[in-house]
């Protein structure tokens, strides 16, 4: 069954603490990218990446670091210095520029 | 960089009636324009797409329109359903990634 599969679906986080969400798909898509969702601001890019072992900030990447090792996954590590992290993240991949973007179903973290 | 901006953010309209949501984009470079519809808790999915070289697309009930010269693009749905019910997001992009609108939640009543 191809796509893109987000996990875990719902994180809990304590103030202070470092989290990883995983992102991983079986498109053969070679971009991948992370988005915040706010209620009413829309899809905000957080970080991007064209091809494995590169990638770039998006508009809201400072707390936030990535890494593409492989083609097929492209995990989100929320660290302690994001200032107000809780928010629902979805990881999205295309096949190329001005292509389809698919998503996954998404992680709502929340930080208690 | 591009910026997209969408309106209404909401719109309430009876089952059987028209929607339209407008987007404008700054970017004349933008060449190509998506609408993702996202049903409540659920992940934004693409339901038409228009690109530079067309002015109106066309998929059963639900069409796009594009004015590059003004730099706006507009989602047209007809004969609404319940199911219609969602957040639409618009989208630019030229050749590199997408920047979207902040989305509109579209309620539709029996």
């Known amino acids: 069954d191809g796509g893109i599969t987000q996990s875990p679906k719902y994180l809990f986080r304590k103030e202070g603490q470092n989290v990883t969400l995983s992102c991983e798909q079986n498109l053969n898509h070679d971009a991948m990218y992370w988005y915040r969702q706010d209620p009413g601001q829309g899809l905000r890019l957080i970080y991007y990446?064209?091809?494995?072992?590169?990638?770039q900030k998006g508009d809201i990447a400072e707390g936030y670091s990535v890494s593409r090792e492989k083609k097929e996954s492209f995990p989100l590590t929320v660290t302690s210095a994001q200032k107000n992290p809780t928010a629902f993240y979805l990881c999205?991949?295309?096949?190329?520029?001005?292509?389809?973007?698919?998503f996954g179903q998404g992680t709502r973290l929340t930080v208690v | 960089g591009e910026n997209v901006e969408q309106h209404p953010s909401t719109l309430s309209v009876q089952e059987g009636d028209s929607a339209v949501i407008k987007c404008t984009y700054s970017d004349s470079a933008s060449n190509y324009f998506p609408w993702y519809k996202q049903e409540l808790g659920k992940r934004p999915q693409l339901i038409i797409d228009?690109?530079?070289?067309?002015g109106e697309k066309k998929d059963q009930r639900i069409a796009v329109t594009l004015n590059k010269t003004a730099k706006h693009f507009s989602l047209h749905i007809t004969e609404t359903q319940p199911e219609d019910s969602a957040v639409y997001f618009c989208?630019?992009?030229?050749?590199?990634?997408?920047?979207f609108g902040k989305g509109t939640m579209l309620l539709v009543s029996p």
């Open positions: 989208a630019a992009s030229g050749y590199s990634t997408l920047t």
């Open positions: 999205a991949s295309q096949a190329g520029a001005n292509t389809e973007a698919f």
């Open positions: 228009i690109r530079s070289n067309v």
């Open positions: 990446s064209q091809i494995v072992n590169d990638f």
